[in-house]
């Protein structure tokens, strides 16, 4: 039993050693990533076709080509050919949206009264597009499977092959609206969704400062929570930080 022990330690040691090769984009942050890239494509693939069969897909009406067409123009700024970009827009009165490893956006109807114009349902898009680029929710399954002591194969396959992974998989890339407003990550993952998010809206040509409307509007009428408490960094902080990255930007 010490042996199978000590085994595991070192395996989850050598695993941290070889995730910490993992950097965010933009912000250059080292990151734990115990899963391939390849494993997280398709895990998102079928959780994203679960999701559409689930769901009642809006086709072809203004809000959906729009929602669509904000994201082509962000995924085209974001530069990362192993994606195959999709957009689509659900019905759902959530406030929520989020984007699957290799590029599955899914928006909720319940997001577009709160995102008043298209610079600020970019402000949507391109925070979830920036958890998918940094691979947010890699990161938190993989803390998850440190924190259990599991990956001694060092492999996740797909959920069909490992269904105690789901539930962790679900949670990580904010799969249905129980989770919360948006994505559900940490408050450093998301404050860094945020600075990502700011910087390809700006490659994209869209308005920085309807980012800070748009926090804004989601902002209002909620109690805010005690930060220590919270996944999410607040409302104040989050809106003073956006200022700060913006003022970066136009300051160079």
């Not at 974001?78 to 009165?93: G, V």
Request: one cysteine or more; proline letters at 2%; aromatic letters at 8%.
């Amino acid at each position: 039993m010490k042996t199978l022990k000590k085994s595991i330690l070192f395996l989850i040691v050598i695993s941290i050693f070889v995730g910490c090769t993992h950097k965010a984009p933009y912000t250059n942050r080292d990151q734990l990533i115990l899963i391939s890239q390849e494993e997280e494509l398709a895990l998102g693939e079928s959780s994203y076709k679960k999701t559409l069969t689930e769901s009642k897909v809006i086709k072809n009406t203004k809000d959906s080509n729009k929602v669509k067409q904000i994201g082509e123009k962000i995924a085209k700024v974001a530069n990362q050919k192993d994606y195959k970009w999709e957009f689509n827009l659900i019905e759902n009165e959530a406030k929520n949206a989020f984007c699957l490893p290799g590029g599955k956006v899914v928006v909720y109807t319940g997001i577009l009264k709160v995102a008043k114009n298209d610079d600020q349902l970019a402000t949507v898009i391109s925070h979830e597009i920036a958890h998918a680029l940094a691979r947010h929710g890699a990161e938190r399954v993989s803390a998850s499977m440190l924190s259990q002591g599991i990956q001694v194969l060092g492999n996740i396959a797909l959920s069909t092959q490992a269904p105690q992974y789901s539930k962790t998989f679900n949670i990580a890339y904010g799969l249905g609206s129980q989770y919360g407003v948006l994505m559900p990550y940490g408050r450093m993952q998301e404050s860094e969704a945020d600075e990502i998010g700011i910087y390809l809206m700006h490659k994209a040509g869209y308005n920085l400062n309807e980012a800070l409307k748009f926090w804004e509007n989601m902002s209002e009428g909620k109690k805010e929570s005690i930060e220590f408490f919270s996944t999410h960094p607040n409302s104040t902080t989050r809106i003073e930080n956006i200022k700060n990255i913006i003022k970066k930007i136009q300051n160079k």
